[in-house]
């Protein structure tokens, strides 16, 4: 294909032909590695497909499986009314877990970054420190935690009894009411890996701006609300959206902890079905990959709905030093 | 006495007691939560030096022990110290009997039986280190080999991740385009779909381009950008004023040299942040390549640790050991790019 | 700066073809050799030990063999499932997988080729494997392939416990009827004991504090756990034309309120939480000497009774509330996959590691009991060897007995059907209040939910 000659292209033509040229090495992986994928199991979404035979197309009958019964169920109250209780159960047990870790995880990580930011001594041996719980590979992370969470024979009850006289600490892992807690609490332990995010956000405030604001007589809770965390919500945005993709993705750690537990998995009682492990019992376990597909693109479609609502918010609270101005 | 509370007062009034005052306050702060997250990983470094039979019979005890014994009538019987008729001595437990008595002895006199109840006395232990637990994890698997792997799939992988990422994120964050914002939000909705489902079709693709059962698939793809990494630098980049861009395009720069000599040079945190991350997601990745990895020569670490946790027996201490030696060259590689998390940025070249 | 571009450039697309180079596999088998492979990991097979012994046995096979090469594929446990079905899907579907049980193969019960064909062109003999082994993982449709090993069941107890309580052990004596589920409860509630070595028996006994529980039965599904009562159809929880649920009969109902009551009411029986706790040292649960009698199988012995830290020996299982004696059983064997090539040679592979030649040699990799009966003595011989003083035709008598239908057998949809029983059987171990009865119906009621939902579109 010839290009018209570039100097005889606007300005604005040439950003606009310069931008997409950048974005070329993403879009030829795309096309080649994750679109026909992608695509298939969306195919798959209207199949029967049992994987050992070929898929037979069934329209949206998987679709309607997990959405019928709500107006039954609503009104009785009664989740079993549900076409697919365990799909409303998956949903609960996700958001449940969303709901405590997303904004724990937020709050920690950033009180960490703005600690570990201060000229102290030994810091970078404290940042390696709190970093530390994030580079032990996942299943390590979970096997450990399962021993510590050990009601009977870990070393958290007894600690909470001898140090903090709790006379009957949770059965953790053990119990549905603290399943999703104890999990919380095992995803605040890596907190280290957002908190290097923040960091290296936090290196990007000009420290000319502190100096002003010292000028102006403003003391360290009001720097932080007024310079730090402005010039952060480039990084907070960042951390919200992946937070929330990964959240509604929680699997591994749920899988090591609960497969070979009594109940399997998502036990005890449900307790920790999130919305992936289920998917992934009707992918492999259940031999249903056609209803799997469906529930990933309902997953897929509910992400969507609130990435794209968090990105609509971000105009009003997210400050970008660089923001282009005009379209685009 | 005067002369101290004067320093005090000196310290607070010039302001610096302040500093000293928040930077003790922090200190203490960040000293207490690292116990609490040492803690865990100190567990994982005592297990790890257990021997399989302590972690079975005695799994709560912080340290690697093993009850200390004594030999009484060709049997070793564990060792207990006992108080009795206001003497201490360490008794052999032979028997335990109902109701919680159990038959003590003094090793040397097997004859004379003393019975007590179990429970108050205390059972003796002896430190029980097994270093012999490391090489044994590198030796019951091909190590180095899966070493060499990893290695390589982390750090090409790295290459050209940072390589594709820092392209497509700058077209994303300084161009004007009609459809770049929609192609954003294309980049962002892949990583929302579950991998579950894409894994038979990402299988039968890598098959027909015959990748299967090489490094291939782990490292190629990283050349093509992904969502998390060009997101974050994308984030970075908005950061950066554009009154340098400017300047430098009144001075005729194009836009790659913008990129290279603006913008990456300031996002050296992003850049590291992004390096360590894929580094330690491919580092610890297990669940893809162990589809794509055939054979066990292929293995990374990651996959070989998987290993341990069959489906009757975890070898819990081998587990352990292998997770303490997979950390130490993240752990290294983090704390020597700490330099570029403290160069703080100061933007000198804008003011007036 | 075009000369730094250039050279990344060159760099990147250097590296791109030397990984090339280095990618597929390196040995190509010659043309004439049929490839077998094996995929290991459903089941035992994958620690690093087996590993190496597996290497052995398939360099001992192709040393023998000149038109057929066969290696062991192995995979970890957690990801068999995704491994498998990646490969099937994928056109380069494993000839052989294996050694697993009866569950897997129910699962996957699909995938199988039915070897009767090949049975039949060999007239091959079946008079030397014990009964069981060959009726267990064989349904009307299906022959799934040649038995390697058996597992039967039975008690191991801590002699050391019975001694502190003062107990005589239990008989060995497979005839001997007073050795029932009222003989075990009363021996067993002797044998818990709490932190002040209280028994339940004791009026200030604390269920909250126990620190050894008289008898256990973990590690099996619920479906496994109530099939000693003796319901009609004993393991499946169906009528044999698998259309209607019978998974509250009553003898079920009666098993599930003994476990229930041995839970809460007599303490001899742990509780969720306290098999959890054992369980989650990664420790198996005689092993921690927390259990003073353990009902299990043989593949526990494999790992399970190493360097034991007190004396343990061997009882049969104890007759039911109506004088029978239903053991479990389990039995391994490789099975053909249906949509891999090389099917003849895999059907070699398969005699040939169940020849009475090498059965023993690969029973003792994967800790399984040979199903040929002719290699009793010899295995005997390895048993007397690896756990001294025991007394072993506790094992060989209890092949005598078999669970029939099969407490894994085939179910439709029998992922769904085992976790909607398996939530059960959670409930059944942690709520001390559970009324039995509306939990069993619970159960029938989610089991016939699925069998209608299966039966509407097949």
């Known amino acids: 294909m010839a290009f018209p000659s570039i100097q005889k292209m606007s300005l604005a033509r040439r950003e606009e032909l310069a931008g997409y040229a950048f974005v070329i090495p993403w879009i030829i992986g795309f096309l080649v590695f994750t679109i026909g994928p992608m695509l298939a199991s969306l195919y798959f979404s209207f199949t029967k497909y049992d994987i050992v035979t070929p898929p037979q197309w069934v329209g949206l009958d998987n679709y309607q499986k997990a959405f019928s019964g709500i107006w039954d169920a609503i009104r009785s109250g009664d989740p079993r009314q549900f076409g697919d209780p365990l799909f409303w159960k998956s949903l609960q047990v996700t958001l449940y877990y969303a709901s405590l870790a997303l904004p724990l995880n937020l709050i920690f990580s950033m009180f960490l970054a703005v600690l570990l930011n201060q000229k102290v001594p030994g810091v970078n041996v404290w940042r390696t420190i709190y970093f530390l719980p994030s580079i032990i590979a996942g299943v390590a992370v979970t096997l450990l935690w399962v021993r510590i969470f050990n009601p009977r024979l870990g070393i958290l009850n007894p600690f909470l009894t001898n140090v903090f006289g709790i006379k009957s600490p949770p059965q953790w892992l053990g119990d549905p009411e603290w399943a999703v807690p104890a999990l919380v609490i095992m995803s605040l332990w890596s907190v280290g890996g957002s908190m290097i995010i923040y960091l290296a956000g936090l290196q990007g405030v000009p420290t000319d701006l502190y100096d002003a604001a010292k000028v102006d007589g403003a003391n360290a809770w009001q720097r932080f609300w007024n310079v730090t965390f402005p010039m952060m919500t480039p990084v907070i945005f960042y951390n919200l959206v992946l937070g929330m993709i990964s959240t509604f993705q929680y699997f591994t750690q749920v899988y090591v902890a609960t497969s070979n537990s009594l109940g399997g998995l998502g036990s005890p009682q449900h307790s920790t079905l999130f919305y992936n492990v289920y998917l992934y019992q009707n992918a492999f376990r259940y031999f249903d990959m056609g209803y799997a597909s469906t529930l990933a693109w309902i997953l897929f479609i509910i992400v969507l709905i609130l990435t794209a609502l968090i990105f609509r918010s971000s105009d009003v609270w997210v400050y970008y030093e660089g923001q282009l101005r005009g379209r685009g | 006495m005067k002369k101290i509370t004067d320093y005090f007062r000196w310290l607070f009034n010039s302001g610096r007691g302040n500093e000293l005052l928040s930077k003790s306050i922090t200190t203490l702060i960040l000293a207490s939560g690292s116990i609490l997250i040492l803690i865990p990983f100190l567990f994982m470094i005592t297990t790890s030096l257990k021997d399989p039979a302590q972690i079975r019979s005695d799994s709560m005890s912080m340290l690697p022990r093993k009850p200390k014994t004594a030999e009484v009538l060709g049997k070793d019987e564990p060792l207990y110290r006992v108080i009795f008729d206001g003497q201490t001595q360490e008794l052999a437990l032979i028997r335990k009997m109902p109701e919680g008595m159990g038959q003590f002895v003094e090793p040397t006199q097997p004859d004379i039986i003393h019975e007590l109840k179990i429970n108050d006395q205390k059972q003796l232990y002896r430190l029980d280190i097994h270093w012999e637990n490391y090489p044994e994890a590198i030796t019951a698997m091909p190590f180095w080999r899966y070493l060499g792997n990893t290695l390589i799939v982390t750090f090409v992988g790295m290459f050209g991740m940072l390589f594709s990422c820092s392209l497509v994120a700058y077209g994303f964050s300084r161009f004007r385009a009609r459809w770049l914002n929609l192609l954003f939000l294309l980049l962002l909705s892949t990583i929302m779909l579950p991998s579950q489902v894409r894994l038979i079709p990402v299988y039968i693709l890598f098959n027909k381009l015959g990748w299967v059962n090489s490094l291939l698939p782990l490292i190629i793809p990283q050349f093509f950008a992904n969502a998390y990494d060009v997101f974050l630098l994308r984030q970075f980049f908005m950061t950066i004023p554009l009154e340098l861009d400017d300047a430098a395009k009144i001075d005729g720069a194009n836009p790659l040299q913008i990129l290279m000599y603006i913008i990456l040079p300031q996002a050296r945190p992003a850049l590291v942040s992004v390096g360590i991350f894929h580094f330690l997601y491919a580092w610890n990745d297990f669940y893809e390549p162990l589809i794509f990895l055939h054979t066990r020569e292929n293995w990374t670490l990651a996959v070989g640790l998987q290993t341990f946790d069959a489906i009757y027996t975890i070898n819990t201490h081998l587990i352990m050991a292998v997770s303490v030696l997979m950390i130490v060259p993240p752990i290294l590689l983090f704390f020597f790019s700490q330099k570029i998390f403290t160069q703080g940025v100061v933007f000198s070249g804008i003011k007036g | ?458």
């Open chain 3, 1 to 458: 700066m075009k000369n730094k571009l250039f050279k990344l450039l060159a760099l990147f697309a250097m590296a791109s073809m030397v990984l090339a180079a280095c990618s597929g596999d390196a040995t190509e088998a010659p043309a004439e050799k049929q490839k077998v492979t094996i995929l290991v990991g459903f089941g035992t097979g994958t620690d690093p030990d087996q590993v190496t012994a597996q290497e052995a046995l398939a360099k001992k096979f192709n040393d023998s063999h000149d038109n057929i090469t066969m290696e062991f594929l192995i995979v970890p446990n957690e990801e068999a499932t995704e491994r498998f079905l990646t490969m099937v899907s994928g056109g380069n579907a494993p000839q052989l997988v294996g050694p697993h049980g009866t569950s897997t193969i129910a699962r996957f019960k699909e995938y199988w080729e039915d070897v009767t064909p090949y049975i039949e062109k060999d007239k091959y003999d079946f008079s030397d494997f014990y009964g069981p082994a060959t009726t267990i993982n064989t349904y009307p449709d299906l022959n799934a392939g040649i038995p390697l090993g058996i597992y039967p069941s039975f008690l191991f107890y801590n002699k050391d416990a019975f001694d502190a309580a003062g107990l005589d052990y239990p008989t060995h004596d497979y005839a001997d009827t007073s050795w029932n589920i009222d003989a075990l409860k009363e021996t067993a509630m002797k044998l818990t004991l709490d932190a002040n070595d209280k028994t339940p028996n004791d009026a200030d006994f604390d269920p909250a504090t126990i620190k050894q529980w008289g008898y256990a039965d973990t590690w099996t599904d619920m479906r496994g756990q109530l099939t000693m009562f003796g319901a009609v159809d004993q393991g499946r929880p169906t009528t044999d034309d698998y259309k209607t649920a019978t998974f509250n009969a009553p003898e079920r109902l009666l098993g599930a309120q003994w476990i229930h009551d041995g839970v809460f009411k007599d303490h001899f029986i742990p509780d969720a939480a306290g098999q959890s706790a054992i369980d989650s040292t990664g420790a198996d649960p005689f092993g921690s000497g927390q259990i003073a009698i353990w009902y299990s199988h043989t593949w526990f012995m494999s790992e399970g009774l190493n360097d034991l830290p007190f004396e343990y020996e061997l009882a049969p299982l104890f007759y039911n509330q109506n004088g029978e004696r239903i053991a479990r059983i389990h039995a391994d064997m490789f099975t053909m996959v249906k949509s891999a090539d090389n099917k003849d040679a895999a059907w070699e592979v398969m005699k040939w590691l169940t020849d009475p030649e090498q059965i023993v040699d690969v029973c003792k990799i994967y800790g399984c009991l040979p199903a040929r009966i002719s290699t009793e003595a010899a295995y005997s011989d390895f048993l007397k060897e690896r756990y001294p003083g025991i007394d072993y035709s506790v094992i060989f008598k209890a092949i005598d007995y078999l669970d029939s239908p099969h407490h894994e057998g085939w179910v439709p949809e029998w992922g769904k059907v085992n976790d909607a029983l398996n939530n059960i059987q959670s409930i059944l171990y942690t709520e001390p209040e559970a009324d039995v009865q509306a939990l069993l119906d619970q159960g029938n009621a989610d089991l016939q939910k699925i069998l209608d939902e299966y039966w509407a579109s097949h």
